[in-house]
């Protein structure tokens, strides 16, 4: 009867865990869909000069780009060049760029806001970079990783999503520059080729 | 050095014997030199530990990441995936508990651990494999990210770490981006298991 007891209680345990598993945790939603309206573009946020700041107050006539970003994940640093050249790009095209902190679970060490300062100093920044407390920007952007590439036209919708070209460390192999050729093409009012990509990076930090 | 004095010696006498004797002599020496040679060689391989027989590091292609866990499937063993870097923090930090729960379930298990490193930390990623005592073969990205994720899992958005686990029928019964824990784990690996209860 106990040895029942105990099977039965495991394999209840068991289902639920993997239930809870494959499923995706109740507040984060799925990547934010292309087509649809940006969220969330209202909520002010803490930005490294010390304004706090709104996607509304970042936005450019021409469009909204988003980037999740971190601190020290070796992927933003490698891409960390690119943010640059693509700010220039997007302010040539009347693009707003905004980065985006969501690393809730790693803000009293090295996503703190003092770290993003100095961060945003260090690599010269050229746009505003955020403190999205608690994640809840990522969480509504379905944003996992950093980095995470959103890019919405004049009218808050999302046309691009995903990388910032295919080869992060070796500017050597990339093929395809996906962030600017969006750019260039929504722009000038064309089809976007590719209007989702997908690269290695490291997890948002949230908090449980 | 020995073959090199062998060798004056072998010059020094030439001219003294006759030249079927010379011949003879040149044949047993090099059957020597090339069955000492072979020897050596296994030797030395019989002589490293397992670690070293082992190819701790395999490079691995995006089109072959589906053959290479199929065979790992074989056997009836549950496979466990796990994707991670040595610069990946959460990877590192639930990486001993993976290498504890593959002694712990030995044959029931296999795990196929694929670095998603960049190909100048591969000597980093080859020294954590020793430092954790991996003794098994392991994998390496190369090429594009975007085909890796695709073939690694569609519903992967190439987050570190990524865990995908196979029962023994090659059923995907669980998957998840992000560290956990070692009961995490271990519950989704008996889940995997008992899947045909």
Known sequence: MKKTISIIAFALVAFVTFAALVQDPANIKDELELGKKAPLTTVKMLDVSGKKMSLEDAKGPN??????????????LAWEDRYLTIAELAKEKGIGMIA?????????KEDSYAEMQKHAKEKGYTFPYVVDENHVLADEYGATKTPHIYLFDNNNTLVYRGAIDDSARDLSKIENRYLAD????????QKIKTTTSKALGCTIKRVE | MIIVWIWNAIFGIHHQFNSIFMKLLYILLFSLIFIACGSANSDGDQNSNETEAVELL?????EEIETIIAKHNADGKVVLVNIWATWCGPCVEEFPDIVELKHKYKDQLEVVFISADFPEDRERALQFMKDQKVTWETYMKTGKDEPFINAISSDWSGALPFTKIYSKEGQITSYWENKASFETFETAILEALNVNL
């Open chain 1, 100 to 108: 985006i902190n969501s690393n809730e679970a790693s803000r009293g």
């Open chain 2, 58 to 62: 395999t490079d691995i292609a995006s």
């Open chain 1, 182 to 189: 969006a750019i260039t093409a929504m722009v000038a009012g």
């Open chain 1, 63 to 76: 469009g909204l780009l988003v980037v999740f970003s971190s601190n020290t994940c070796p992927w933003v």
